[in-house]
Nanobody, 125 residues
């Protein structure tokens, strides 16, 4: 059974940093695409960043500020978020696909098959 568990959310002031983690179990994540999504209050869920075999993709709104990475030994996906803005406030979700490939906009080529429960990030001005 695949499980994705996010951690690292919290409240910080604008300009600050946070690092989100996603611990994966039951999933051969090194072979397929994984990503981070977010959903702000009253808005649709959007892709933030994706990674597949070392290749990365980012949404335009986070380029240059967020970095997605993987630690193969720990089966963990990360999202380093710097220069945070109030508009980054959202619930952040880790997700994994059963297929490889990424595309522009911080997305995997195909739909995501597994989702974590999310972690809340709140940025105050």
């Amino acid at each position: 059974q695949v499980q994705l568990v996010e951690s690292g959310g919290g409240s910080v002031q604008a300009g600050g940093s946070l690092r989100l983690s996603c611990a994966a179990s039951g999933y051969t994540y090194r072979r397929y695409c994984m990503g981070w999504f977010r959903q702000a209050p009253g808005k649709e869920r959007e892709g933030v960043a994706a990674i597949d075999l070392g290749r990365t993709s980012y949404a335009d709104s986070v380029k240059g500020r967020f970095t997605i990475s993987q630690d193969n030994a720990k089966n963990t996906l990360y999202l380093q978020m710097n220069s945070l803005k109030p508009e980054d406030t959202a619930v952040y979700y880790c997700a994994a696909a059963n297929y490889g490939g990424i595309r522009d906009g911080g997305l995997c080529n195909y739909g995501m098959n597994y989702w974590g429960k999310g972690t809340l990030v709140t940025i105050s001005s």
